[in-house]
């Protein structure tokens, strides 16, 4: 993970928590991290003209979502690859964070490996279940964005209406949440 990472991680291994409890907890790590964050900016290691992600490193990428429908549960952001086959599935995934949500406009920071193209894929697990759930005939309940705002059909845009350029230095998305 890239230095410029401020968004926080976390993993359960071989526990059950709820939905609540694993907010609380994703919480908490983010305090931590924005404590840091602050003595950083203090210390004068972040730019001042910076609101929110330090975007200090040449890939830093920073997320601003919009349209959240609640505060309830988690944001999870996704950073594919250039690889169309491989466009929203595991395999071309890079990089996945889940954030807790503080209030109804939230703002991701993460860092890509490198210059290149790439696609931002979030999602509003409402419920915490760390799932992008599904209903009948497989038709989200849970908000998604996408990076570049494509029009949402009945399948997933391709690569090109979602995909981005780093080239050395950082860039800002305004993501637009979707809920069907």
Known sequence: MGAGLLAVLFTLVGA???????????????????????EQVKAGQAGAEQASCALNGEYDIEIRVENLRSSEG?????LYNDDPEGFIKKSGRLHRDRIAIEGSGNIACLSAPGPGT?????YHDENANEKFDKGFLGIPVEG???????????SKPPLEEAAFTLDGKPIVLDIKMNYL
């Open 144 to 154: 998604f964005g996408i990076s570049r705002n494509p029009p949402i059909g009945f």
């Open 16 to 38: 059950e928590v709820s939905a609540p409890a694993k907010a609380d907890q994703v919480k908490a790590e983010q305090a931590k991290t924005e404590q840091t964050k602050t």
């Open 118 to 122: 790439y696609a931002v894929v979030l």
């Open 74 to 78: 988690l944001l999870t952001v996704e």
